[in-house]
């Protein structure tokens, strides 16, 4: 909000509030101005007379006649000295209704004058701390939600290292279990290999060899469905990291993971050098698994701008 508009906001006119926001003026200096000037006080007198509010001011500048000593709301019989203070007062209190008046209007006296800008002062501190207030419960809130990100980032991550984990101990059944089996084979063949070699030498018929119905037939092994993959990416200063992310979350998380922990507040884009592929804002919502970047990629960064 503009220092005038602050100082009409705390009911100076308009035009004097231009003026004294002038010269690139702060609020301080402003009312420092009006003080020593104090043509930018409105110039209201209470009258014993109190009355309701109305609706929207309206003041019909040809009514105004130059004989008369001030101007009286119609509305609360509060005098005013002029057609700033007439605005002033309409804006304030929404009453619509003056009129001319002869009564002369006492003009503030300095120490008045001073009394209304010390008056103003307070209420600006009082404004002041207000807006410290809020901006504070704004910034605590923001820590809040940085807090809160970096926990489900950190979750992620120790949710992508058990699932690793896992993965890996169930290929190393799996491997266990097929060095196992091809063990088996070689002793059942070194074993009739034996036997053949006894029979032969004994004069007796060599035994056939077992039929291949009854060695376990090998399966291949489906296409594996990839559940997680890993990427490595070159940061914008050469750094290199590595992280594991689920292959059905979208390109998105990447880049909140990245805008987290590497990207100190600088804009980037991402892209994949074999084969070239620069990420677009369209891209983010993709899985992983549909951009190809599964069971592992290589990702880097360009610096935006």
Known sequence: MSIAQQLVDMGFPADKAEAAAGNNRNLDQALDWIEKDGAGVPMETENPASGTDGSSAMVD????????????????????????????????????????????????????KAAKVLEIREKIKVHQAKKAKIEAEEAREKERKRREDGKAMIAHKEAARDREIREAAQQRRREKTEDEIARQRVLEQIKADKEARKAKAAGQPVPEPKPAASVAPVVAAPPKDYKSTTLQFRLLDGQIVRQQFQADEPLAMVRAWIDTNHANGVGFSLMTPFPRKVFTEDDMGTPLKALNLVPSANIVLNRLG
Do not use: R, Y
């Open 61 to 112: 500048e040809e009514s105004v006649s130059a004989a008369a000593a001030s101007f009286k709301c119609d509305d609360c019989g509060k005098l005013l000295a002029n057609e700033d203070a007439i605005m002033f007062h309409a804006t304030k209190t929404k009453h619509e209704n003056f009129s001319e008046s002869q009564e002369q209007i006492k003009p503030l006296t300095p120490e008045e």
